[in-house]
């Protein structure tokens, strides 16, 4: 059994009646394919029904009346393609709008706000004190020279110090500073007594472990003018120090040692935690050291043309990342420099 093909339309009439087919095809169309679809199948112009129906026109007998309905079946279709296109493009519009849109009953989207890092904090802590002081704020370089770094500093050419165990040395010869006091020299290399400065810093020592990084941070001070004495070192960190932690801290000189000041001593203040009656972290001592001080030797003074006959000072270094740490209660050093978002953001200035 096969099937016959449904006959080839002889006649305008039937010509016409396709119209209806094509409207209901398009009526059906919902997006930009399906369209182009429609479009190729009735007006293609190689294969579409419209051209298999203009190839008929020589085998028809009314080829007159035949041609003009197909030609308004085009016309038709045509028509009813333009107007599925506008319908498209309107949705589309529709569509966009809906995504543009802006809610605005939403609440706004809150910016978390920076904050201070907690060394940076303590740092600026420290200057402004030593500023109310009379100080100024002064800095150095952090690739150093051995002379700025060492030798006008008193140290002798064979001290352990220089030792590849503590400094990093630069293939050029110079190094990373191990402390901020050749900053000291190069203030007084600079300016004339009296002098007071106050000089926070980066600084880089071969040391990793709990409490040590291999860099760090320190502020150095410097005092040089006619008459200082001993005396106005230890008044002066006395109330740097009751400002920093609390006026009820306790503060204590042991003698020591440094190339660069003679007399020198170390600085403790009674432990901030258990206020001096001993807890695991002063190692039940009741005691904190918290930074290292003395009276500027008459040699580093010579070495930078200060007359030591005439002018004496004082100078002092501290551990920044050691206040910090005891200030905002952190028992890592490592904590301080990961950039851990919670831990600036618990340090954070509100
Ligand atoms: N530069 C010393 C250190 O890094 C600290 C210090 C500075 C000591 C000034 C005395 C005077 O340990």
New binding site residues.
């Given amino acids: 059994m096969s099937s016959e093909p449904a006959a080839p339309p002889a006649h305008p009439e039937e010509v016409a009646r396709l119209a209806g087919e094509a409207d209901a095809e398009i009526a059906a169309v919902s997006d930009r394919r399906g369209w182009e679809a429609v479009r190729i199948r009735w007006i293609g112009r190689r294969e579409g029904r419209v051209r298999e129906l203009l190839d008929l026109i020589p085998r028809v007998a009314d080829k007159r009346g035949f041609g003009q309905a197909v030609n308004r079946l085009k016309e038709r279709v045509e028509a009813a393609l333009a107007a599925a296109d506008e319908r498209l493009a309107a949705a589309e519009r529709a569509a966009q709008r809906r995504e543009a849109a802006v809610d605005v009953t939403l609440p706004g989207r809150r910016v978390p706000g920076g904050a201070i890092h907690p060394v940076i904090q303590i740092s600026r802590e420290i200057e402004e004190i030593f500023v109310r002081l009379g100080y100024t704020v002064a800095e150095g370089p952090e690739v150093e020279s051995d002379r700025y770094n060492f030798e006008l500093l008193n140290f002798p050419p064979d001290h352990p110090a220089r030792d590849t165990q503590d400094t990093f040395f630069l293939e050029d010869g110079r190094l990373l500073r ?4 050749p900053v ?1 020299i190069r203030t007084m290399l600079a300016r004339r007594p009296p002098l007071r400065v106050i000089i926070p810093g980066r ?1 880089y020592r071969h040391d990793n472990d709990l409490r040590h990084s291999p860099m760090f941070h ?1 502020v ?2 410097l005092a040089v003018a006619e008459g200082i004495r001993f005396s106005d070192l230890k008044g002066t960190l006395e109330a740097f120090l009751h400002r920093l932690f609390s006026p009820e801290t306790g503060v204590r000189l042991r003698p020591s040692f ?1 190339p ?2 003679e007399p ?1 001593c170390e600085v403790d203040i009674t432990c901030p935690f258990c206020r001096g009656k001993g807890c695991a972290t002063c190692s039940e001592t009741g005691w904190m050291e918290i ?4 009276m500027v030797d008459p040699r580093v003074l010579a070495g930078c043309g200060v007359d030591p006959d005439r002018y004496t000072g004082f ?4 551990g920044l990342d050691r206040v910090a740490m005891i200030r905002f209660g952190i028992p890592n050093i490592r904590l301080l420099f990961e950039n851990d978002e919670r831990l600036l953001r618990q340090a954070g200035i509100r």
Avoid: D, M, R
């Fill in positions: 191990t402390h901020t006091s000291q600084v320190q150095e001070g440094f660069f000041t020198s930074l290292g001080a003395g100078a002092f270094g501290l």
